[in-house]
């Protein structure tokens, strides 16, 4: 039972996000740390991802997600940060009242001086893409068969169509090819797989697991349990190519069509979100548009590398830090628009008093561009840009100063491009 | 022997993604073409000759809160051997409690690598 | 497995109306059951229909489908109370968007003043229509205004009606299709034979719903047909600030009230259904219905926000070729009932069906006596209030589950769940349609494998023998080694 009503930091989320802010507060000497997470266990979406490919960057090391994950949770063992588990936060308002409830307390409300969202993201589902045909089971989202397979231990079924060439898509074709099923074949709508090179050549050529871009799956067909699906090719405009539909026999469809930051919680407590990154509105610091609530995660868009995460964790608490010793950041006022070829752009505003990381998500893929930043003179050749990594741009404060004299208020961010990378792979 | 093998492999180093084609006779690399760099040098070669991959699979634990219990190999194995390798090792037991690193298969059927555990599981 | 089930009365389909029948029966001292081919009830037309209690005030007043309605919708609200089951007074607007159809709505409203209704208008005035409707399309010029209309959970009345039927003594027997029916002259009873053995009845109703039809041919009546028709519907996301506040239709056609744009009684807005001809085992949506659906819900409401569907899904209407319910003495048989082609308006006259029914089986000789020990009351699953914590606390002082919540876009608790389980579901959709785990915009991303994990533990069944709604709809295939 929590005995504490009121604490200076309240982490929304024990993921890789979560538990890095946790471990920060604590080694910059926050008082009253908690991490509130609806799991029975810490790590968010890592203790199901068994596969490696995390930590090259922070820890030099080819990690599983369960290692990730037990680095930290090791180090929080070790601080005496309040962990409450089983617990799901129902609300949260303005003036960061946290309401949660579990078995143990019921629901409670408690109040924090300062918040961190990490809730990370949940992912599309058949109904919001429209998906036609019947309504058997076997029809699933990725991440709930990862769970099913990797935590619960059972196997969805034994023929399996793979909607979506995104990593998700991908690591779980091959996670349930080595457990013995039949993966027919992967299905990308569009006509580049967003998943990593690596994954594509890992989890697909070395299983002989066909991949077909530029098709989709256009009906369900199933009385009780899948059947079959209707796949059909699509033109560029992702219109459906008449007379190309044909039926695969299949008794498990997954479902990896896209991921979405999750912020109920942050909606209801009032903060602005982004319709291009789905996430909550932020600055340089990951501060929200309400005082005090901070984001980073997948809460505040999606990202690729956990790596990365780890590190907007870190930033996001060096903010709330400066915000609990009441040290004054600087508004910020200044909008950063996506422009061309850019899906959106972390962080939404700047103070232009501070050095940025732009996080830029790319739309397309490019061959031989540039990124550019007209407004402050800003550009750097970009070999090659894929929607699935993430490009990281830092700006220096010097570099804004020129900018905010002008007293203008937008910044853009293009990717421009000399050519374009289509299906001659 | 004495054949020359023709193997076309995608070299995964940098987000380009080169297909490569390699020219090779037992262990010996004979000939790389299509590379745009020679960072992925190694890694095409042995790609070509062995491929080697990280194993991670679960086993079956009986423990308090998990059902499964997610484990790797320490060092990538032969990509060849993987689907036979999991098919063995599923019949490991493991008892709590374990920690992560903890060796589960010391040179699993030879082939030189250990099977480790990626998580604590306590009871 | 032959079981042997002898009774007064069987009831063939456990529907809204199957159900609505059963508990009409129950407060008197025959024996029921009902016999349902699904595992639950309401599981045909009642879970996929727009949820409407209309006013009053449409049709051919010779129609039984029209007369029945009138009343229908106060009924429905009297019992609503006693049986717990959630109602909303919303109102609806019939849509007009050209004059020349001004004359139709004022018929619907002088009839609507002849069935008794009060609140019923036309409004012309613009403005007094935008404050009604802030979001409704600048082109309509007119609508009629009935504020008797109400929405309701269809599958939830359903499922309060069996459970209060169960109480009161009714069988209700799931996975049971009837195959056959033989009419045994000397004892004056049918014989049915079902997938799970034979029951014997004296009376028989048949609610069979799209199959009605074929369950009346098995006494040799084929005095009516069935046609199904399909109606494919969208349902949207739960949006916070009210974007549509009353049942919104489109102008009067000649078969259907058309497409329809509503919020549901559980938050969420539905826009349907379409009208198309169907086999009576199709439930597929499809790319052009959808379609045709979204246009015309957009004709109503341009700003409708249609990027928050969270799920697709279709109904079967049950229509006859009579045009009309077809309730009576079937003609081959006086001791069968038929109760079908139950369509639109077929939830509003839920009651006054049970009623008539129940009025058919008296004239048919039945001497009822009263049940003495029936109770007209039944409550629903407790549900946490996010407005009442110490209600809530109270809740979980008792059962710690309430403070286990498992699905978290609709805040379900464990405990509801277990106690959808102990009210009779034995599957996920059960629970869904019970608690609404499983229905928020995740569409059970996250709770699923929660959900299936309680069933495995409660029902004492693996976990790869849960299913989705019934044999053959497993989610997991084999339990790892």
């Known amino acids: 039972m929590l005995k504490e009503r009121n604490f200076d930091l309240v982490i929304v989320g024990g993921g890789p996000a979560g538990m890095a802010s946790a471990i920060r507060a604590y080694e910059l000497g926050v008082k009253n740390i908690l991490l509130v997470d609806r799991n029975p266990f810490l790590g968010g979406i890592l203790p199901q991802c068994i596969h490696s490919g995390f930590g090259l960057k922070i820890f030099k090391k080819d990690l599983t997600g369960p290692e990730y994950a037990q680095i930290f949770i090791n180090k929080i063992k070790s601080t005496n940060v309040d962990v409450m588990l089983d617990t799901i936060v129902l609300n949260i308002d303005r003036r960061k009242n946290v309401t949660f409830s579990n078995k143990n307390d019921g629901i409670k409300s408690i109040k924090a001086k300062a918040i961190v969202l990490a809730l990370g993201c949940r992912e599309r589902t058949r109904g919001s893409i429209n998906m036609p045909g019947d309504r058997p089971s076997g029809v699933f989202t990725a991440g709930l068969v990862q769970r099913m397979v990797n935590i619960e231990g059972y196997l969805p079924g034994e023929d399996v169509v793979v909607l979506g060439s995104g990593d998700i898509g991908l690591i779980m074709a091959r996670r349930l090819k080595l457990e013995g099923c039949n993966v027919i074949g992967v299905y990308e709508l569009m006509p580049f797989s967003s998943g990593l090179n690596r994954n594509i050549v890992q989890c697909l050529d070395d299983f002989n697991i066909p991949l077909m871009l530029s098709h989709t799956v256009t009906r369900i067909y199933g009385k009780r349990r899948l059947e079959a699906v209707e796949i059909s090719k699509v033109d560029k405009d992702l219109n459906i190519v008449p007379a190309s539909s044909f039926e695969v026999s299949c008794d498990t469809l997954l479902l990896s069509v896209g991921l979405i930051p999750e912020n109920e919680v942050s909606k209801a407590a009032g903060v602005e979100l982004d319709e291009n990154s789905g996430g909550p509105i932020v600055d340089e610091n990951l501060e929200s548009s309400i005082e005090g609530i901070f984001v980073c995660g997948n809460s505040l868009f999606v990202n690729d590398l956990v790596d990365n995460v780890t590190d907007d964790g870190y930033i996001a608490v060096d903010s709330a830090v400066r915000f609990l010793n009441n040290k004054d950041d600087y508004r910020r006022n200044i909008d950063i628009i996506p422009g061309k070829n850019v899906a959106y752009i972390i962080p939404q505003k700047i103070s232009g008093y501070s050095d940025v990381i732009f996080r830029i998500r790319a739309k397309f893929p490019a061959k031989n561009a540039y990124i550019e930043i007209p407004e402050i003179g800003f550009k750097r050749k970009e070999k090659f840009v894929l929607p699935g990594e993430l490009i990281f741009i830092k700006v220096g404060k010097e570099k804004l100063e020129g900018f905010k004299l002008s007293n203008k208020k937008i910044i853009t961010i293009n990717i421009k491009e000399s050519e374009r990378y289509g299906c001659d792979c | 022997m004495g054949v020359i093998v023709k193997k076309e492999v995608v070299c995964v180093v940098c987000p380009i993604g080169c297909m490569v084609s390699v020219d090779y006779k037992g262990n010996e690399v004979i000939q790389i073409i299509g590379n745009k760099c020679k960072k992925g040098v190694d890694f095409i070669k042995e790609e070509a000759i062995d491929p080697k991959r990280i194993l991670t699979t679960t086993l079956s634990i009986d423990s308090i809160n998990f059902r499964r219990i997610p484990v790797r190999s320490n060092k990538p194995v032969s990509r060849d051997k993987i689907l036979n390798i999991i098919r063995e090792i599923k019949k490991i037991k493991v008892k709590p409690a374990i920690k992560m690193g903890d060796v589960i298969a010391k040179n699993f059927m030879d082939t030189g690598i250990d099977i480790v555990a990626s998580m604590d599981i306590n009871e | ?481």
Not at chain 3, 101 to 111: A, C, G, K, P, Y
């Open chain 3, 1 to 481: 497995m032959k079981t042997y089930i002898s009774k007064d009365i069987a009831v063939i389909g456990a529907g809204i109306i199957g159900c609505a029948i059963a508990r009409e029966l129950s407060r008197f001292d025959k024996s029921v059951v009902v016999i349902e081919k699904e595992t639950d009830v309401g599981w045909g037309t009642t879970k996929a229909n727009s949820g409407i209690l209309h006013a009053g005030y449409a049709g051919d007043e010779n129609k039984l489908r029209f007369k029945l309605s009138y009343r229908g919708n106060a009924l429905f609200k009297k019992y609503a109370e006693e049986l717990e089951i959630p109602i909303k007074n919303i109102g609806s607007l019939v849509n007009i968007f050209d004059k020349s159809f001004m004359s139709t709505l004022e018929n619907l409203r002088l009839q609507g003043i002849r069935n008794g209704l009060r609140k019923i208008e036309i409004i012309t005035d613009r403005d007094k229509l935008r404050n009604i409707e802030p979001n409704l399309s600048n082109l309509v010029e007119a609508a009629l205004y009935a504020k008797e209309a109400c929405i309701v959970e269809p599958y939830g009345a359903a499922i309060a009606l069996f459970e209060n039927s169960k109480q009161n003594g009714v069988d209700f027997i799931f996975n049971s299709q009837v195959t056959s029916i033989h009419y045994d002259r000397s004892s004056k009873s049918f014989n049915m034979k079902t997938s799970k053995g034979d029951i014997r009845a004296r009376y028989v109703i048949n609610v069979a719903g799209v199959y009605a039809d074929e369950v009346s041919k098995m006494v040799g009546d084929d005095s009516y047909n069935i046609q199904s028709v399909k109606g494919q519907y969208l349902l949207l996301d739960k949006v916070n600030n009210s974007f549509i506040n009353s049942i919104n239709f489109h102008p009067p056609g000649s078969k259907t009230i058309g497409i329809l744009v509503t919020p549901t009684i559980d938050g969420n807005i539905i826009i349907g259904p379409n009208y198309e001809d169907s086999s009576k085992d199709d439930l597929s949506t499809t790319r052009e219905g959808m379609g045709e659906v979204r246009q015309k819900a957009l004709e109503l409401f341009p700003s409708l926000p249609l990027y928050t569907v969270i799920t697709n899904f279709a109904g079967l209407r049950a229509v006859s070729n009579t045009g009309d319910f077809v309730i009576g003495l079937s003609p081959a048989n006086d001791r069968f009932i038929n109760v079908a082609g139950i369509q639109s308006p077929g939830l509003t006259c839920t009651f006054t069906i049970s009623e008539l029914v129940f009025e058919i089986l008296k004239d048919v000789g039945i001497k009822f006596q009263k049940n003495r020990k029936f109770v007209p009351v039944r409550q629903k699953i407790k549900r946490i209030n996010l407005n009442n914590f110490s209600e809530n606390n109270e809740l979980v002082r008792n059962n710690k589950l309430y403070g286990e919540i498992v699905c978290r876009c609709e805040k379900v608790t464990e405990a509801e769940i277990v106690e959808a389980i102990k009210r009779g579901s034995t599957t996920v959709d059960g629970i869904k349609f019970r608690t609404r785990a499983g229905m928020g915009r995740c569409q059970g991303g996250y709770c699923t494998f929660k959900v299936i994990n309680i069933l495995s533990r409660e029902l004492n069944m693996p976990f790869e023998c849960v299913t989705k709604n019934g044999d053959g709809s497993y989610f997991a295939r084999n339990r790892m080694i």
